[in-house]
């Protein structure tokens, strides 16, 4: 009797475990980055020439190239991003302000984006650099888009001399 | 010729252990996630400051039991395994958006007992880096002898191409580990 109930739970014991595979989760989440920078920091000083002759116009604007747009940029997929520019302040009368940017150079990679046309920067945003996706530029005033500024004068009669300053404004955002 | 039948009840007993043995399921339990987080960008114009994240070396423990390979539980025989891996994501594709996932062993655990002879049990490969793809991979592989479990196997894993340039999401996956009686 106790040979046939060994037999009767021995199989019923030996199959009371059992498993073939076992899971573990990972993950990671790669945020949403948009960083912006100008370098080198501090201002820009542009002027006219004083004509030497009455009679005279004012000289061509000079032009400053010494600033570089630095960005990083992660987005979702099927996101863009853009640069816009505004003037922030008071620009003087009858002056406007161009500013162009050339393409990305330096370090970096990815999806940095292409610049459009010179603006002439108002107090609305105007889009300076678009089709951007995920990239970055590299740092510093080697890297990224290089700005030119210039001056034009637009409205010949609303020019008084004098110092004016006022910002440009600029911002990555999503399209 | 003819057994006598207290013999042969006898027999009968050491087959049907045998054949139970045999039917005996292995068994894999492996325990612990990993999340990693990566470290914000602070200056505009940088990439990640490292485009690899690494786990814990411990970060995973798994456990692996077989069925006894035994004669009658005086003999035991070396019961081979083979512990395969795949992952299974839930979301964007890892490769996809440019991201991999490694995993290697950094240890072997312990247990998995002893022969007759002393003979210890073992545990061999997967002390490198391997892809974890969504399909099924041998990870590593080894014996046991007898009902022993080799427990607190460590394994470390490692996610490669952490950039901007990889879509902004959550990437998620689950690996699984697969017991092969081999």
Do not use: H
């Amino acid at each position: 009797m106790r040979f046939l109930l060994f037999i009767l739970l021995y199989p019923a014991m030996s199959l009371t475990y059992g498993q073939m595979s076992s899971s573990v989760s990972a993950g990671v989440t790669l945020p949403s980055v948009a960083l912006l920078d100008i370098e080198p920091s501090g201002s820009v000083s542009l002027n006219f020439t004083s004509p030497s002759e009455a009679g005279n116009i004012l000289g061509s604007s000079s032009t400053n190239n010494s600033k570089w747009i630095n960005i990083t940029s992660a987005v979702a997929s099927g996101v863009t991003r853009k640069i816009t520019a505004r003037i922030s302040g008071t620009a003087p009368a009858g002056v406007r302000l161009r500013v162009s940017a050339a393409s990305v150079a330096g370090s970096g990679a990815g999806t940095r984006g292409t610049p459009g046309s010179a603006l002439f920067l108002t107090t609305s945003d105007q889009i300076l650099i678009n089709g951007i996706g995920g990239g970055y530029t590299g740092t510093g005033n080697t890297n990224g888009f290089n700005l030119t500024y210039s001056l034009d004068i637009q409205t010949y009669n609303l020019l008084k001399s004098g110092a004016y300053t006022f910002s440009v404004v600029y911002t990555l955002a999503d399209n | 010729m003819k057994l006598k039948p207290e013999i042969l009840k006898w027999i009968i007993l050491a087959l049907i252990l045998t054949f139970c043995n045999a039917l005996r399921a292995q068994s894999i339990s492996a325990s612990g996630s990993w999340t990693p987080s990566v470290t914000a960008i602070t200056e505009a114009g940088n990439n990640y400051a490292s485009s690899t994240l690494e786990s814990a070396a411990n970060q995973t423990l798994i456990s692996v039991s077989m069925p006894p390979q035994d004669l009658l539980f005086i003999i035991s025989f070396a019961n081979n395994y083979q512990v395969w891996v795949k992952r299974t994501d839930s979301g964007p594709n890892w490769n996809t958006a440019g991201l991999q996932l490694f995993v290697k062993r950094t240890g072997s655990g312990t247990g998995g007992g002893t022969s007759l002879l002393l003979v210890p049990s073992a545990i061999n490969n997967g002390l490198t880096y391997q892809q974890i793809t969504t399909s099924d991979v041998q990870f590593f592989d080894g014996y046991n002898f007898g009902n022993s479990t080799r427990s607190g196997i460590p394994i470390q894993y490692q996610i490669t191409g952490v950039s901007v340039l990889v879509p902004a999401a959550t990437y998620s996956t689950t690996i699984t580990y697969t017991l092969v009686d081999n």
